[in-house]
């Protein structure tokens, strides 16, 4: 009867960790944005940095693993800031495969990269807003057998949480 208990207490925690995110807030109040209700959160710390991190489903046959996250750091001022971002950029070109991609918007850095095997497109933005450095990361297969509205989708969601951010 124990087994059989602690099993369904941890499938009870495993399943309460992995909720479905709508409305978000982060860094006491300050930061607030909503997310699509399929989006898992998946990972979320408290401190500096905050940090929340979204599964977002990918329905091909081979699933790979779409994600969003929103990273707030206490930053003391603009040069600060700027640290902290050349810092993200300067982690980003040393993934394997690295590739700076062109044409898109100025505030949206945007590059594709490999995972276990698999290219992925990432799209990464911040902001400094009262003292805190924001950052949205958006990272999806760069080709899924999902097709181009499941891209189209998941590049409208992290548009949308970028407009709330702003």
Known sequence: MSFFRNT???GALVFAGATHAS????AGGSVNFSTPDQWMGIM???GDPEVRVFQVPDPSPN???ARVSVTVKQVGNAGEFQQYVASAMSKAKT???YQAATGGAAD???Y???ENGAQYSYSERYWFKGGQAIQLRCVRPSQSAAGANWRAEFDK???AIAARLK
Not at 23 to 26: F, P, Q
């Open 112 to 114: 594709t990269a490999q």
């Open 95 to 97: 993934l394997t495969g």
């Open 63 to 65: 699933g790979n693993l």
């Open 44 to 46: 979320e710390t408290q």
């Open 23 to 26: 409305d978000v807030s982060m």
């Open 8 to 10: 369904l207490i941890v």
């Open 157 to 159: 969601g992290c548009d």
């Open 108 to 110: 949206n850095f945007t």
